[in-house]
């Protein structure tokens, strides 16, 4: 079955760093673009961080310099690295696989994990 | 990089159609997808590029766009369809962002 499985949340203290994974059995992480989506409690989706096909990396402006976004060919996994984390960071992160309608030459996501929660706390 | 505006809730009564919208610069250049979010569940893509609709979506979702606006409709709303609704592009440097989302109540 094609799907998206986050692992690697938990509970980290502000200034801290957490590494999560997001294991894609059914099909290669490296022959898709990937992102990271982040959802702090009772808010709205953030869009965190992209990797393309060819490994071009991507980030938004809360998380760039902080976060690291990379993949493993032979785990067929994908990875955020967190570093520095603050408060603000609290939120469940999805990973999502990207696909392209070819006609609109436009992006989507078609497929959503169920998410690792962070919490930073002192 | 760009924003997209959403209203932040919306209702419709049960069996009425209801439009909802997202509105941002880069929406000129680039088609809206739009997610439905339930409590407690990972997002679900209902509408992607000019008007698809992924396998399993009921044909009353269907999207629009016009200027700088990008719209969802659910025609026929269900209590099923209760849910937050989300759009999505990407802006001119590759990234992409989010709408704030929408509320929708069925009554």
């Known amino acids: 079955e094609v799907q998206l499985v986050e692992s690697g949340g938990g509970l980290i203290q502000p200034g801290g760093s957490l590494r999560l994974s997001c294991a894609a059995p059914g099909f290669t992480v490296t022959s898709n673009s990937m992102s990271w989506v982040r959802q702090a409690p009772g808010k709205g989706l953030e869009w965190v961080s992209l990797?393309?096909?060819?490994?071009?990396?991507y980030f938004a402006d809360s998380v760039k310099g902080r976060f690291t976004i990379s993949r493993d060919i032979s785990k067929n996994t994908l990875y955020l690295q967190l570093s520095s984390l603050r408060v603000e960071d609290t939120a469940m992160y999805y990973c999502a696989r990207e696909r392209v309608d070819a006609a609109a030459m436009e992006w989507y996501f078609d497929l959503w994990g169920r998410g690792t929660l962070v919490t930073v706390s002192s | 990089s760009s924003e997209l505006t959403q209203d932040p809730a919306v209702s419709v009564a049960l069996g009425q159609t209801v439009r909802i919208t997202c509105q941002g610069d880069s929406l000129r250049f680039h088609y809206a997808s739009w997610y439905q979010q339930k409590p407690g569940q990972a997002p679900v893509l209902v509408i992607y590029?000019?008007?698809n609709r992924p396998s399993g979506i009921p044909d009353r979702f269907s999207g629009s766009s016009s200027g700088n606006t990008a719209s969802l409709t659910i025609t026929g709303a269900q209590a099923e369809d209760e849910a937050d609704y989300y759009c999505n592009c990407r802006d001119s440097s590759g990234n992409r962002v989010f709408g704030g989302g929408t509320k929708l109540t069925v009554l």
């Open positions: 590029g000019k008007n």
């Open positions: 990797i393309t096909s060819d490994g071009s990396t």
